[in-house]
């Protein structure tokens, strides 16, 4: 399952949500109208779900509209969440759903001319500054693989994601999450063999 | 091409690309049992899946290590999930008890649109309306910065109807300010002059427990 904080938010930055939380009964209260539990869900997603929109859409200016497009649908049909799968596989499939709707809007595909150099606008300690440009560079090349290959990327090594799950978010077959990680990960040591050399990364 | 050839070929080559398959969620600690027994079973052989590996790890690092640079924007979101009217929804699975009361609760909040303002005065009615902020503060009708002060605090019968509210606030001239407060009262507003009037009728009706004037100093 996607993890919804503990070490992976720990490690990551990302909020760190008590275990005992109970994502469920936040759904069943926002069927409730109860505005507050909206919140907390919104405070618990809202920086694994841009994360994971960024990195679809690559556009910032994009990210919130669709962040919140994709909360809305959890506001308007919470009863749609049917309790067969986890609320955070739930959510980011409508995410992921979103996403793809807002690229398509807004025509593929322009990338972020900004993704690479963004992680590295800060001065810093020399070893931050190196691990700055290796996100950098690691961040330009997620750019160039496709959206539906950068979800998988991204679900499995950030949202830590099983295959299984990243099918059900991504609603396509298991083979199809296999092989958009292989493809993926094979761009990737490519376009970083390119940069760092074959044993450089 | 790989340490330790196996002697069926055929068979290393279907657990090499189902290695393959498999290696990223490996790494992340995702696969079943079995599964992770697989792959590490081909991995003890196989020179080019143990580089993956290594390589999927660094990556791993790297992309759980990249920032996330969205700000944050409930407030947006807020206001839009307010300006959403929504019926309430049939009662379903997911319910905890709450169907009728929760939306009650909702739709006169919702109705009245009270607005928090008042600093108040430590005086034993005011010590009711204090309670208002006891669970965190969370007021999110209430973000006008210029609510007018209660200058009354009262409590409904328990079985009150909104329209009984409607009626009471109407006849006694009165706004409501803020509440329920834990003590389920309502901090209610009413030009200075018609205070004690009002206080007089609100006592008299039927719907109302109690009545008391409150004193609340400008922030």
Redesign the interface.
Same mark, same amino acid.
């Given at each position: 399952m996607i993890r919804p904080g503990s070490q992976a938010g720990e490690r990551r930055g990302a909020v760190v949500i008590p275990l005992a939380l109970d994502e469920t009964r936040l759904i069943a209260r926002i069927v409730d109208r109860d505005l507050r539990a909206f919140e907390q869900l919104y405070r618990i997603y809202q920086p694994r779900l841009s994360r994971f929109l960024i990195n679809i859409l690559r556009r910032p200016h994009l990210v919130e509209e669709a962040l919140n497009d994709t909360l809305m649908v959890v506001w308007k049909r919470p009863e749609a969440f049917n309790g067969t799968s986890k609320v955070s596989t739930w959510i980011f499939a409508i995410a992921y759903r979103t996403a793809l709707k807002a690229r398509a809007r807004n025509d593929e595909p322009i990338e972020d001319p900004d993704a690479g150099s963004r992680a590295s606008l800060e001065p810093g300690p020399e070893q931050e500054l190196g691990q700055r440009q290796l996100q950098a560079i690691l961040s330009e090349a997620m750019g160039k693989l496709s959206a539906e290959h950068r979800a998988v990327v991204d679900l499995t090594y950030f949202h830590e994601a099983g295959y299984r799950e990243i099918a059900e978010i991504l609603d396509c077959p298991v083979g199809t999450v296999k092989t958009r990680m292989l493809h993926a990960r094979k761009r990737l040591k490519d376009m970083l063999a390119d940069q760092f050399g074959a044993d450089g990364w | 091409m790989v340490d330790g050839i196996p002697d069926d070929a055929a068979a290393f080559s279907e657990a090499h690309r189902d290695a393959?398959? @498999?290696l #990223?969620?490996y +790494?992340?600690? %995702? @696969?079943e049992a079995d599964e992770h027994a697989r792959v590490g079973a081909h991995l003890s052989g196989c020179a080019d899946c143990q580089r993956?590996l290594a390589?999927?790890r %660094?990556? !791993?690092a &790297? $992309? /759980? /290590?990249?920032?996330?640079? +969205?700000?944050?924007?409930?407030s =947006? @979101? =807020?206001d @839009? #999930? !307010?300006a !959403?009217e $929504?019926p #309430?929804?049939?009662p *379903? &699975?997911? *319910?905890?008890g =709450? !169907?009728q009361a &929760?939306?009650l609760g909702?739709g006169i909040a919702a109705s009245l649109a009270v607005a928090l303002g008042a600093t108040l005065m430590p005086t034993a009615a005011t010590q009711l309306a204090q309670n208002t902020s006891a669970d965190g503060a969370?007021h #999110?009708l209430g973000a006008a910065p210029t609510a007018a002060p209660g200058n009354m605090i009262v409590i409904f019968r328990p079985d009150v109807t909104e329209a009984e509210m409607r009626g009471a606030l109407r006849a006694a001239d009165a706004r409501l300010v803020d509440g329920p407060t834990a003590a389920d009262a309502y901090v209610l507003s009413t030009p200075a002059a018609k205070r004690t009037a009002a206080l007089a009728l609100l006592k008299a009706r039927h719907e109302i427990v109690l009545a008391e004037p409150m004193d609340a100093a400008a922030r």
């Open positions: - | 393959q398959e @498999l #990223a969620w +790494v992340t600690g %995702k @696969l993956d390589f999927q %660094k990556l !791993e &790297g $992309i /759980a /290590a990249m920032p996330v640079d +969205v700000e944050q924007g409930w =947006r @979101l =807020r @839009l #999930a !307010e !959403e $929504i #309430a929804p049939a *379903r &699975g997911l *319910r905890f =709450r !169907e &929760g939306y909702w969370y #999110a």
